[in-house]
């Protein structure tokens, strides 16, 4: 029979585990809904945009010139926002300065605009950036310490990424996994679930509905297994030249062009040339290429090569949006067109690239085995784990997150 003060310590203890679960859970809460309600304006938006881009083509050959609008505003207004992902990184790492309130507004109407002229960016790094941003114009109003800022913020990682994917499983593993390669945060899990799941609430309630992916229902065995994995070894390898890619591009742009809001206009010049040359299915989010290769639609070889040039100069010439969604692609067409090298199911090996070469990219493999689970249902859970940890392992150390850090390497 346990004393009166083992009783009292323990119920202390009990006490004070409620307020911290408490506390914790009404901060992620309020982090998930800014994320929530920012992903839905930015998804309903973007899907107007796409759709008026698709009727009125003729708006391709403005790219240059909504680049160097893009870049004048960022030059202008931008100051620390024009960081990015890698700002909120920083921050998550070592907390000095707020995360600018100007970053919000300037990554959603950049966006906007570079979907509306055509450029191939996606969507991950502009709800990683208003949730960001928001939420620590959150801690700032409430006074919170560095300590409890940096969790928010992790909080808002999850909240951005699990609502503008639907994905609140993955969202909150992403946010636990995505600051270091080989650390996962788990200090941050009350949060980060809790963000990621009510901002996916948020999103489905006010009446977004994300696109049904195809379910794999595709067993473990170990033919398959082995095909998968060696398709795994060129997602991985796609994602370095994706990284590279984008970083030759930047590069050189930095090089020869010194005026900042002279680069996405140039960019926007040689993807006006790229699209008339190789047709306009690489511009914007390119989805029906994803959709093809998932449904088992033939693919040929280069597509995947051609979203991935897209993209890189999009990006690489200074056009905000983000790296995930053209990393879907690129992942489900590569995979499609391995299928017949390989003699494994097209659909099969779309879908495990859609999230492989993304977990190469960003080296969070355990994030996106749950989200393929999440997309693409549970029986393909060990295949679509395979895939991710193989091409995690073939990327080494390179990340799209400048300021990710290597906590433990990959290998020696």
Aim: proline share 4%; aromatic share 8%.
């Amino acid at each position: 029979m346990p004393s009166r003060p083992d009783v009292a310590a323990a119920l202390r203890q009990q006490a004070s585990v409620t307020a911290f679960l408490a506390r914790w859970i009404v901060l992620g809460a309020a982090s998930g809904a800014l994320a929530g309600l920012a992903s839905w304006v930015f998804l309903e938006g973007l899907d107007r945009v796409t759709e008026f881009r698709l009727d009125h083509g003729w708006l391709v050959w403005l790219l240059p010139m909504g680049g160097l609008v893009i870049g004048l505003l960022y030059h202008l207004f931008g100051g620390r926002a024009v960081r990015g992902n890698a700002l909120l990184l920083d921050e998550i790492h070592e907390p000095t300065q707020w995360v600018p309130r100007r970053m919000a507004p300037l990554v959603l109407g950049g966006t906007w605009l570079t979907h509306l002229f055509g450029g191939s960016a996606g969507r991950e790094g502009t709800a990683l950036q208003m949730s960001g941003s928001l939420t620590d114009l959150l801690s700032r109003t409430l006074r919170l310490r560095d300590e409890d800022r940096r969790l928010l913020l992790i909080a808002a990682l999850g909240g951005g990424f699990g609502s503008v994917f639907g994905v609140p499983l993955a969202g909150a593993v992403f946010a636990m996994e995505v600051q270091a390669v080989g650390r996962v945060r788990y200090e941050a899990l009350v949060p980060a679930l809790t963000a990621s799941v009510v901002g996916d609430l948020v999103v489905s309630g006010l009446g977004y509905e994300h696109a049904a992916l195809p379910q794999i229902a595709t067993g473990l065995g170990a033919v398959v297994a082995l095909k998968v994995a060696a398709a795994g070894l060129a997602f991985g390898l796609a994602s370095v030249a994706f990284i590279e890619s984008i970083h030759g591009v930047a590069a050189v742009v930095r090089r020869y062009v010194t005026w900042a809001p002279l680069r996405p206009a140039l960019g926007g010049v040689v993807l006006v040339a790229l699209a008339a040359l190789c047709g306009r299915d690489y511009l914007g989010l390119s989805l029906p290429l994803a959709d093809d290769a998932l449904a088992g639609v033939g693919v040929a070889g280069y597509v995947f090569a051609l979203k991935l040039l897209f993209t890189a100069v999009t990006l690489g010439s200074g056009f905000p949006g983000g790296e995930v969604t053209p990393l879907f692609v690129i992942g489900a067409t590569l995979g499609a067109s391995l299928s017949g090298v390989l003699d494994a199911p097209p659909h099969l090996l779309a879908a495990v690239g859609f999230v492989a070469v993304f977990a190469a990219a960003s080296n969070t493999p355990l994030a996106c085995t749950v989200m393929g689970a999440e997309m693409f249902g549970a029986e393909a859970i060990p295949l679509i784990a395979i895939g991710c940890v193989v091409a995690y392992v073939f990327s080494s150390h390179r990340s799209i997150y400048a300021t990710q850090r290597v906590v433990a390497v990959k290998h020696r």
